[in-house]
């Protein structure tokens, strides 16, 4: 049994050095960046501390999995609470939906909403959302799907197309929901994938499973950032080196495949197995064999891009909800301008306000991030439109309840700003999930005609999204300990 180097301290990276040392692996992780996390990162600025990846957290068995694969439980090292609500949607008429754990909770929230009939619809749909999930989630979602043979299921695939899932998504929930309110709760969740909900297919109404049913939850120590933060400590117990402040520049190979890593500090880690887990579109641009090259990624799309404005506030909010969903008056146009390259022209926005990360500003304040969806740099060019959207969003953020901002501390990311942390066409969340870029069409999980070259994280199957990540993790692993088995 070689060595094993992965690149990358991201969940992906993370998820597979904890699995690989634990089943005694000689696992050394190098890491550019001077802590774990990779996406799911965090920043200070004064006494404030923000979490800078992502804010909501679903499907936390998946995280418990790559702790209990490393003889740990997730309780002891990081604890976890369900927020309540999961989210609050907040419409342009001044009507709001709150999404609460429970069918009988959330049939009364819709109720109230919409009605008593469109509530009995709701539980209609509610139970045709776990029919999907159950469909997809073993045969497709947590399995290794860049493997041709994987996706040839066809009883699965009859079954998913019975339920609707390769109808678009916006149709599907059409055909049960009748308020728009209630559609947009169960649709906005195609941004995830980078899509629209008229291009996004049926199948991923399972994220709207995911976080409307299954429920989102939040550390209850230290945010998001925890969450890398124990899966480095517990790949060190188990076993594996974390270097951070170096970085990997090239993956050398020889004549039965991978050879080692050559570091910017001249150093040379040896390897039989490689595991890359940082952006993939980068890392064919010089890190990576040429053996390595993928088709898939000959003509990328990507998902948009976002731009982040992080508040540290001199006071609390009495009553705001830990996410809120914030919709403009327009719809359907504001993908449409994405697609086109624009900013929206009435933008929905994403306020999370983590009161309960004590830690994260001092007493008596608060800490309060905004995202608002813009295009990416392949869509759009982005000279001099920063300050003209962060002047707008400011005042959006007054017309809404949250006061005069511009004088508050804030620490901003757009477009070319994640370009510059190395994320591919300035975008955080990677290609979309178009079906050219969905299962076997995604980026491989190994490198085909490199043997021991493997990739994990938002690049490959299963895709984007925090136990998505998780999960190309542990198949990463599992191909390593499959084949040296």
Request: net charge positive.
């Amino acid at each position: 049994m070689g060595p094993t180097v992965v690149i990358g301290a991201g969940l992906g990276g993370l998820a597979a050095a904890m699995r690989l040392a634990a089943a005694g692996r000689d696992v050394t992780v190098v890491e550019a960046r001077d802590v774990p996390g990779g996406c799911c990162g965090t920043a200070r600025l004064g006494e404030y501390r923000f979490d800078t990846g992502p804010s909501v957290l679903t499907m936390p068995g998946v995280l418990a999995d790559a702790f209990a694969a490393a003889g740990e439980d997730l309780e002891s090292w990081l604890p976890l609470r369900r927020l309540d609500p999961y989210y609050r949607l907040r419409y342009h008429d001044g009507s709001h939906l709150d999404v609460v754990a429970g069918e009988d909770a959330m049939a009364e929230e819709v109720r109230r909403l919409c009605g008593a009939a469109e509530a009995g619809r709701y539980r209609r749909f509610r139970a045709r959302l776990a029919e999907l999930f159950a469909a997809e989630w073993d045969a497709f979602i947590d399995r290794d799907m860049t493997r041709l043979r994987n996706l040839a299921r066809p009883a699965a695939l009859t079954r998913l197309a019975a339920l609707g899932g390769f109808r678009r998504l916006d149709r599907l929930v059409a055909g049960h929901l009748t308020d728009p309110r209630l559609i947009r709760a169960h649709t906005f969740q195609a941004l995830y994938v980078g899509l629209s909900p008229r291009q996004a297919l049926g199948i991923y109404a399972v994220i709207a499973h995911m976080d409307t049913v299954g429920g989102v939850y939040f550390p209850r120590h230290g945010g998001m950032h925890a969450i890398p933060q124990a899966m480095a400590a517990v790949a060190e117990k188990a076993g594996a080196r974390l270097r951070y402040g170096v970085r990997a520049v090239r993956v050398e190979t020889g004549s039965s495949g991978v050879s080692g890593v050559l570091l910017d500090t001249g150093e040379r880690l040896a390897a039989r197995d490689v595991v890359v887990a940082c952006d993939l579109p980068d890392a064919h641009a010089g890190l990576l064999p040429r053996g390595a090259g993928d088709w898939r990624l000959r003509r990328p799309r990507y998902s948009p891009s976002c731009l982040v404005l992080h508040f540290g506030l001199d006071r609390r909010l009495p009553g705001q909800a830990h996410h809120t969903l914030h919709f403009g008056r327009e719809w359907h146009s504001s993908f449409a301008d994405l697609a086109r390259g624009r900013p929206q022209g009435d933008p929905n926005l994403l306020v999370t306000y983590p009161e309960s990360d004590s830690g994260a500003a001092p007493a008596g304040h608060a800490t309060l991030t905004v995202l608002e969806p813009a295009p990416n740099l392949q869509r759009a060019r982005w000279d001099g439109l920063t300050p003209r959207l962060e002047e707008r969003l400011l005042g959006r953020l007054a017309d809404l309840g949250y006061g005069d901002l511009s004088g508050a501390p804030r620490l901003g990311f757009d477009p070319p700003g994640w370009a510059g942390l190395g994320h591919s066409a300035g975008t955080p969340f990677a290609l979309d999930h178009r079906f050219r870029q969905t299962a076997w069409f995604r980026p491989a999980g190994a490198a085909r005609r490199v043997p021991g070259l493997h990739f994990a994280g938002m690049y490959t199957a299963p895709g984007v999204g925090v136990p998505p990540v998780l999960i190309s993790g542990r198949l990463a692993a599992e191909r390593i300990l499959e084949a040296r088995r």
